[in-house]
């Protein structure tokens, strides 16, 4: 028990105030995505959307996000990650208070293209900013700790929204709200005037006025990581379109069920991620974590096509959790450390980018695949992609690693 508890003091120990706070702020951001899991069973019975349909508003759900994670990594490097992570979440509150008035299929599009615009600027300008406050050999660590808060309020979010949603679907929107507000209140009040401590954090590469910075745009070896990055996403993010759809039309679980099931993947990030990235980043590399990760996600899927008991159901969950721990951060680590000084937020929202791609993307071909060939065809092109993943970073992440590349 004590070895177990040095572990974890030391998984957390070498983190800044900073970074501990930005990752309560987007824990009570998180928090309010109890929605997510529940749009497409929302559209569906509440609106009387048709599963296509849904698709189509869950891709322009996406569409915003690529616009949000441009605009604030760009917007970032002009003013600054603290005036962008502010606004996005102050206009971020009235926006979702206001999502039950929109009816059409029409309406519900724009409007969700419009919120996650405004959201998703939030994320690059808080990477930008775990990088600020987090010195060099900490970053997986934080970028984990981040990632903890994220899956600690998608663990409550779902779990409690499985249950509002039982009384009232408008109760989901409105939490949704509170919680950007009070993340915007706590961010505001912690950061506003604090200085940036830029101790650490940078690469010598940096420090070397000689070398000219790279454009993020036409950065080609990141550019191919980001395409694996987007394969990854787009098969990985089913877990929040499609999987609640096969869980509630053909394993026909309840929506309590359905937000233990997803509460649980967070409740295992909250309780392991810090430690997994902890012991394996000592003896392993990046890209070995990051091909493991992506194998395990494949394997996860891959148990939905033969087997829906329950015991399976939380197995695969539970592997997929595996995957998302050691995948997710480390796409922000090598992204770090490949962008230079005065150009981290276009790094950080390009590589962002390749999840809001996804959110276009993989609802939209998800629902499609499963209308037209049945969910157990979904699930196995997704374990495809999510093979080719892990070959690809095997190959194509190493040279981001190197300096002067």
């Known amino acids: 028990m004590m070895k177990i508890l040095k572990i974890y003091i030391d998984a957390y120990s ?58 604030g990594g760009w917007i970032t490097d002009k003013i600054g990650n603290f005036k962008v992570q502010a606004i996005s979440l102050f206009l971020s509150a009235p926006l979702f208070l206001i999502l039950p008035l929109f009816k059409t299929v029409e309406s519900f599009a724009v409007i969700m293209l419009i919120l996650s615009s405004i959201s998703e600027m939030f994320r690059p300008a808080n990477s930008v900013a ?5 010195r060099k050999e900490n970053i997986t660590r934080a970028f984990s700790l981040n990632r903890m808060a994220v899956n600690l309020g998608f663990s409550i979010g779902p779990s409690l929204g499985g249950f509002l949603s039982y009384y009232s679907y408008d109760l989901l929107f409105y939490c949704n709200a509170g919680a950007a507000l009070i993340a915007g209140i706590v961010f505001f009040v912690f950061f506003n005037g604090r200085k940036e401590r830029n101790t650490g954090n940078t690469e010598e590469l940096e420090l070397d006025k000689t070398v000219k910075e790279r454009n993020a745009y036409t950065d080609v070896p990141f550019l191919v990581f980001n395409l694996f990055c987007i394969l990854f996403s787009i098969a990985f993010f089913q877990i929040l379109n499609t999987l609640p759809l ?158 002067n590349v």
Not at 20 to 36: Q, Y
């Open 130 to 134: 775990i990088t600020r406050y987090a």
């Open 14 to 71: 070498g983190l800044s105030k900073e970074s501990w706070m930005l990752a309560i702020v987007m824990l009570l951001n998180r928090m309010g995505s109890m929605v997510l899991p529940f749009l497409g069973i929302y559209m569906i019975s509440e609106l009387g959307f048709t599963l296509e349909n849904s698709g189509i508003v869950l891709s322009c759900f996406g569409i915003g996000s690529v616009v949000g994670s441009w605009l």
């Open 246 to 403: 096969f869980y509630k039309d053909v394993v026909k679980l309840t929506q309590s069920e359905i937000g233990l099931l997803m509460g649980f993947s967070g409740f295992l990030i909250v309780v392991f991620e810090m430690l997994l990235i902890h012991y394996t980043e000592k003896k392993f590399t990046v890209t070995q974590l990051l091909v493991f990760g992506s194998f395990v996600t494949a394997i996860s899927y891959f148990i939905f096509v033969f087997n829906h008991t329950l015991g399976f159901l939380y197995l695969g969950i539970g592997l997929m959790s595996i995957g998302e721990m050691l995948v997710l951060p480390l796409m922000s680590t090598v992204t770090a450390f490949r962008s230079q000084k005065n150009n981290k937020g276009a790094y950080m929202g390009l590589n962002g980018m390749s999840v809001s791609v996804a959110f276009i993307v993989s609802p939209f071909l998800g629902t499609h695949v499963a209308t037209s060939y049945g969910f157990n065809t979904l699930w196995v092109i997704t374990s495809i992609i999510l093979f080719v993943v892990a070959i690809g970073y095997h190959f194509f992440t190493k040279p981001l690693l190197q300096k």
